[in-house]
């Protein structure tokens, strides 16, 4: 049998199971050799809990704790019920060794060193308050009509003969009261096992009526639902359809701009031809001018010098 070099306390981890909320808990670790003992802490799912301290080095015979918190849970396990797992690990070590020098390497096991483990379960527990920290309501019995009436019969044919029995027995020790008790007794049996059958009864027709209104509610729920999904169905084929006549508007408005585009074209060349026309006879005119000018001159000359 392997020596315990670390006792731990407790060997179950419980937090209190919360949507959407962290949980802490503690351990208490003892060193109980006269050794300075290395320990190291695992779990089987180290995305969902948060160690400190994971590990380190721990004093002759002295204590030492750790917390360990749950990060918040988004999704409630079924039943309650968590699989996850921790291992605590420890052995001994030189004096001297600081906890940066704790590796996984120092518990291997090997020949001759000593390397004790501990396991730890994790508990999930309901918040104080909360419905599953309550104890549950015991299943209705529901009875039939026929078979409550079976009952009934066999329950009264029983209290008779318990009258019977308890009449004989009054009889022998109140002798005066043999004719009015056994009747009084065998009425308020009758009375009492009648209560008893129709009891259970009550409640399972309540459940029904809560059943039928439920059923009832789901019922005009999904008349809404259907009635909502059908009119948001209108509204998308109506959205489309004015999608599609928007679209149509919109390719003849870019119809209409590229044929106004082309006479605007269209109409900018003839207006350059008018004004090509237009120089054009502004620059013939006064050149045939200055002919004529210079012609009738160069006449006038002519007679002048004769």
Do not use: W
């Amino acid at each position: 049998m392997k020596p315990e070099i670390l006792e731990v306390q407790p060997l179950e981890l419980k937090f209190t199971f919360e949507l959407k909320k962290q949980s802490s808990c503690y351990v208490q670790m003892t060193n109980k050799t006269n050794h300075h003992v290395a320990f190291k802490i695992k779990t089987t799912n180290p995305k969902k809990y948060c160690v400190r301290p994971n590990a380190g080095v721990i004093d002759p015979n002295a204590p030492c704790e750790f917390e360990v918190t749950m990060q918040a849970p988004k999704v409630a396990p079924p039943d309650m019920i968590s699989r996850d797992k921790f291992l605590v690990q420890s052995t001994i070590v030189p004096e001297g060794t600081q906890e940066e020098d704790v590796t996984s390497s120092m518990f291997a096991k090997e020949e001759g060193k000593i390397v004790d483990e501990k396991k730890l379960k994790v508990l999930l527990i309901s918040p104080p308050g909360s419905p599953e920290s309550s104890p549950k309501n015991e299943p209705l019995m529901v009875v039939h009509s026929s078979e409550s009436r079976e009952l009934k019969d066999e329950i009264i044919q029983k209290n008779n003969s318990h009258a019977t029995v308890d009449e004989s027995m009054k009889v022998s020790e109140v002798d005066g009261e043999r004719e009015e008790m056994p009747k009084k007794e065998e009425s308020f049996e009758r009375k009492e096992a009648v209560k008893k059958i129709e009891e259970p009864l009550k409640p399972s027709q309540e459940v029904a009526k809560r059943n039928e209104e439920f059923k009832q509610i789901n019922n005009t729920d999904e008349l809404i639902l259907a009635k909502d999904v059908e009119e948001m169905k209108s509204k998308l084929k109506e959205l489309e359809s004015q999608l599609i006549e928007a679209k149509a508007t919109i390719l003849n408005l870019s119809e209409d701009k590229r044929s106004v585009a082309e006479e605007k074209h269209c109409l900018q060349g003839e207006l350059e031809m008018v004004r090509s026309k237009k120089h054009r006879a502004q620059v013939g005119f006064p050149l045939l001018f200055v002919f004529m000018v210079g012609l009738v001159s160069f006449y006038l000359g002519h007679l002048l010098h004769s």
